[in-house]
């Protein structure tokens, strides 16, 4: 149970914050967007599939996934090869940054997973990739390709 109105707000201002950027994201190119959706989707799903003694298994397998999928959509969305390198080295260590604090953000809050009523709390849980590296990329893609007004 939680006991502070300002988690809750935390809470809600970084998931407004989180698909704010997104939605920019989809603004500026909604091909790089679908782009790192496919990307972060693949790191999600290595990172959920290989777990304990495995793990050192999918810090491999997430940069080379993310790495295909980068090259493989770059003439499509419009993205240079050397950003979509960087990109796929950037998704899985945010990827894994984000279970990570949202894991510790649960822990400290005394949630925990196992107890959840069906349907409750598991939607951010699965987003949490996903808007976790929302702002990162978006603010790469600004910066290194220059989109907007700088």
């Known amino acids: ?69 980068a090259t493989g959509l770059a003439t499509w969305a419009d993205l240079p090869i050397k950003h979509g390198v960087v990109l796929a080295l950037l998704v899985p260590l945010a990827v894994s940054i984000g279970h990570f604090t949202l894991g510790r953000m649960e822990q400290d809050m005394g949630i925990r997973t196992a107890r959840l009523q069906p349907g409750r709390g598991r939607l951010i849980c699965s987003l949490s990739s996903y808007l976790f590296l929302a702002p990162l990329v978006f603010h790469y893609f600004r910066w290194f390709l220059r989109w907007g007004d700088l």
């Open 1 to 69: 149970m939680l006991f502070s109105i300002g988690l809750l707000d935390f809470g809600l201002f970084f998931y407004v914050f989180c698909l704010g950027h997104f939605a920019y994201l989809l603004h500026f190119s909604t091909r790089l967007a679908v782009s790192m959706l496919a990307m972060v989707f693949a790191a999600d799903l290595l990172y959920g599939i290989y777990r304990g003694w495995m793990r050192a298994l999918r810090f491999g397998l997430m940069p080379i996934a993310c790495g295909l999928i």
